[in-house]
T-cell receptor, first 111, second 115 residues
Framework: KQEVTQIPAALSVPEGENLVLNCSFTDSAIYNLQWFRQDPGKGLTSLLL???SQREQTSGRLNASLDKSSGRSTLYIAASQPGDSATYLCAVKDSNYQLIWGAGTKLIIKP | NAGVTQTPKFQVLKTGQSMTLQCAQDMNHNSMYWYRQDPGMGLRLIYY???????DKGEVPNGYNVSRLNKREFSLRLESAAPSQTSVYFCASSSRLAGLTDTQYFGPGTRLTVL
C-alpha cells in the first residue's frame, strides 16, 4: 500500500531564507507527484505537478524535484516571504489513478 | 468562473442525524471527488465519480453515500452521522481521472462537527 510521508510536520524560518520541504513515498509505481498549498480555512491549490518521467518542475520561486527510484521529492522555495506561510501537501497519483496524500508541512515565515 | 463550490461551509449535527453536502463545479470536468481531512493526517478519498453516471468507493466509504446528479454536481450524504465523521470535507474535480497531467481543483471545504 502506497504511503506518503512529509517531514517535518512544521517549520518556522525567517523571511528571505531559502528552504526545502520533503516528501517521501513507499511505492515507486506512480504516474505523477503534485505539490499543493493550503491556507487556513480554505481549499487546496495546486502548485506544481511532476510527471513520473520528469525530474523537476519550476514555477516562479518554487522548484520541485522528483527521484522516483528513491521515493523522494523536494519542494524548494527561494527567498521566502511571509505570504508563503501555509501548509504544503504532496500527493502521488498511484496505479489506480487515485491521489495518495501526505499529512503536510506547516510553514511559517517570520517577518 | 466560481470553480468548485460547496455548501454548507459549517454544520453541527447530533449523532444519528442525516445531512447532504453539496458540491458543484463549472469547469466542465468529467471527474469529481469527495475527501475528508482529519488533523495530522493526509486527505483520504471517500468516493469519486470518474464520469457522469458512475461512482466508486475510495479508501474510507463506510457511512457515506454519493450521487452524481449531473456533470456539474456531486453530493455526499451522511445517513446516520457519528462522532467519528467529525472532519473537514473537501470536494474536488479534474478534467479526467486518468489524466496524467490533470490536477484537481478543490472547493473551500465543509467543517462538520457531530456531537
Amino acid at each position: 500500500k502506497q504511503e506518503v510521508t512529509q517531514i517535518p510536520a512544521a517549520l518556522s524560518v525567517p523571511e528571505g531564507e531559502n528552504l526545502v520541504l520533503n516528501c517521501s513515498f513507499t511505492d515507486s509505481a506512480i504516474y505523477n507527484l503534485q505539490w499543493f498549498r493550503q491556507d487556513p480555512g480554505k481549499g487546496l491549490t495546486s502548485l506544481l505537478l511532476i510527471q513520473s518521467s520528469q525530474r523537476e518542475q519550476t514555477s516562479g520561486r518554487l522548484n520541485a524535484s522528483l527521484d522516483k527510484s528513491s521515493g523522494r521529492s523536494t519542494l524548494y522555495i527561494a527567498a521566502s516571504q511571509p505570504g508563503d506561510s501555509a501548509t504544503y501537501l504532496c500527493a502521488v497519483k498511484d496505479s489506480n489513478y487515485q491521489l495518495i496524500w501526505g499529512a503536510g508541512t506547516k510553514l511559517i515565515i517570520k517577518p | 468562473n466560481a470553480g468548485v463550490t460547496q455548501t454548507p461551509k459549517f454544520q453541527v449535527l447530533k449523532t444519528g442525524q442525516s445531512m447532504t453536502l453539496q458540491c458543484a463545479q463549472d469547469m466542465n470536468h468529467n471527474s469529481m471527488y469527495w475527501y475528508r481531512q482529519d488533523p495530522g493526517m493526509g486527505l483520504r478519498l471517500i468516493y469519486y465519480s470518474a464520469s457522469e453516471g458512475t461512482t466508486d468507493k475510495g479508501e474510507v466509504p463506510n457511512g457515506y453515500n454519493v450521487s452524481r446528479l449531473n456533470k456539474r454536481e456531486f453530493s455526499l450524504r451522511l445517513e446516520s452521522a457519528a462522532p467519528s465523521q467529525t472532519s473537514v470535507y473537501f470536494c474536488a474535480s479534474s478534467s479526467r481521472l486518468a489524466g496524467l497531467t490533470d490536477t484537481q481543483y478543490f472547493g473551500p471545504g465543509t467543517r462538520l462537527t457531530v456531537l
